[in-house]
T-cell receptor
């Protein structure tokens, strides 16, 4: 069984400030980890994913995430927030047979000018 | 490359009525998923198909929800009769195969039950 916990349902950052979204997972098998972004009235868009190999993963729009097995974490960061980063972000885990994604509850990011 | 197509985008129905959503996955993708996303929550898997066979439907409320993928390509999700708590976005997604490959999502079908 797998589960994902995203700490903080809402995050507010100033434009230009660091964005840090926290994600912890539970998995009985080696996990594949994903971050998706959802803009208003749209579907989910993949930001980045970790499957195997390098634990620091770079994605689109300047985002990156680091897989830390010892901490069962996959936190998402961006050094400098932009107004266009305002959206909802979902962390997800998959693993084993089937490849289905289990999502966290999401974190809504507000960017202040 | 065309993405995952869904229709209708928006639907408003009264409780106890029925509704159907259609999904056409990315060409060549063997795996198709239907997720339900209630406002303020993360998506929850309803059903997963591999070609035209069901891999996982453990969270599908089978007394009112049904889904099919008859020819292993497009899929239909039906709700009958609808309840107020079915108000949600129904996301269709597809992926090439199992094992950590990216799952691509459509824009969703927004259902409001009144």
């Amino acid at each position: 069984a797998q589960s994902v916990t995203q700490l903080g349902s809402h995050v507010s950052v100033s434009e230009g400030a660091l964005v840090l979204l926290r994600c912890n997972y539970s998995s009985s098998v080696p996990p594949y980890l994903f971050w998706y972004v959802q803009y208003p009235n749209q579907g989910l868009q993949l930001l980045l994913k970790y499957t195997t190999g390098a634990t620091l993963v770079k994605g689109i729009n300047g985002f990156e995430a680091e897989f830390k097995k010892s901490e069962t974490s996959f936190h998402l960061t961006k050094p400098s927030a932009h107004m266009s980063d305002a959206a909802e972000y979902f962390c997800a885990v998959s693993g084993g047979a089937g490849n289905k994604l289990t999502f966290g509850g999401g974190t809504r990011v507000l960017v202040k000018p | 490359e065309a993405g995952v197509a869904q229709s209708p985008r928006y639907k408003i129905i009264e409780k106890r009525q029925s509704v159907a959503f259609w999904c056409n996955p990315i060409s060549g993708h063997a795996t198709l998923y239907w997720y339900q996303q209630i406002l303020g929550q993360g998506p929850k898997l309803l059903i997963q198909f591999q070609n035209n066979g069901v891999v996982d439907d453990s969270q599908l409320p089978k007394d009112r929800f049904s889904a099919e993928r008859l020819k292993g390509v497009d899929s239909t999700l039906k709700i009958q009769p609808a309840k107020l708590e079915d108000s949600a976005v129904y996301l269709c997604a597809s992926s090439p195969s199992v094992g950590g490959n990216t799952i691509y999502f459509g824009e969703g079908s927004w259902l409001t039950v009144v």
